[in-house]
């Protein structure tokens, strides 16, 4: 059964610092990342990373955010540096696991809180 659970999460000062960490149990992943849902909008990705290192990240964190994996705990990671206001949000853990026959199935962890404080 596949299990994601994050922590990290919690309340810093605008140009702080946090590190969100997500622990990954049951399968292995081809693809891990975190999105993130503020209050009234859409969840949006923040960044992503594949099996193969390569990364992705949405315009608005670029340069302050930093994706990584610790493949020996099966442990993504996202250090956030210069933190805004409008970086709060509910941020979620994300796995992609191929599931065969060119399918994938996408799991969720329960979703940790940031706020930031201006």
């Known amino acids: 059964q596949v299990q994601l659970v994050e922590s990290g999460g919690g309340l810093v000062q605008a140009g702080g610092s946090l590190r969100l960490s997500c622990a990954a149990s049951?399968?292995?992943?081809?693809?891990m990342g975190w999105y993130r849902e503020a209050p009234g909008k859409q969840r949006e990705l923040v960044a992503t990373i594949s099996s193969g290192e390569s990364t992705n990240y949405a315009d608005s964190v670029k340069g302050r955010f930093t994706i990584s994996k610790d493949n020996a705990k099966n442990t993504v990671y996202l250090q956030m540096n210069s933190l805004k206001p409008e970086d709060t949000a509910v941020y979620y853990c994300y796995a992609r696991r191929l599931a065969g026959w060119g399918r994938t199935a996408d799991y969720w962890g329960k979703g940790t809180l940031v706020t930031v404080s201006s």
């Open positions: 049951g399968s292995i992943f081809s693809a």
